[in-house]
Nanobody
């Protein structure tokens, strides 16, 4: 059973940076692709970034050039480095894993989810 735990959220001023971490257990880097989604109250989960099992990364256009997804394989930890944050980035951020070689942008394809970490950006 894959278990995911996010950390690193918090409050920051516009223009600031945060790094989110997702610690994974029961996970295989060769069988599970992983990604980050975000969600505002009353809205669906929005794809942010993914990493396939071959370490190919994809980042949503809305955060491209500001957000970077990476992982520490030895620590079984996925990261999301977020720079130049704006108020529009305020959301609950979720880590997700799918039993697949390549990740999709659709949240319904993911089998496992963390509980989320809140990111709040103030102007």
């Amino acid at each position: 059973q894959v278990q995911l735990q996010e950390s690193g959220g918090g409050s920051v001023q516009s223009g600031g940076s945060l790094r989110l971490s997702c610690s994974a257990s029961g996970y295989s880097s060769s069988r599970h692709c992983m990604g980050w989604f975000r969600q505002a109250p009353g809205r669906g989960r929005e794809w942010v970034a993914t990493m396939d099992t071959d370490v190919t990364t994809n980042v949503a256009y809305s955060v491209k050039g500001r957000f970077t997804i990476s992982r520490d394989k030895a620590k079984s930890t996925l990261y999301l480095q977020m720079n130049s944050l704006t108020t529009a980035d305020t959301d609950m951020y979720y880590c997700a894993a799918a039993y697949a070689l390549r990740c999709s942008m659709w949240s319904g394809d993911y089998n496992y989810w963390g509980q989320g970490t809140q990111v709040t950006v103030s102007s």
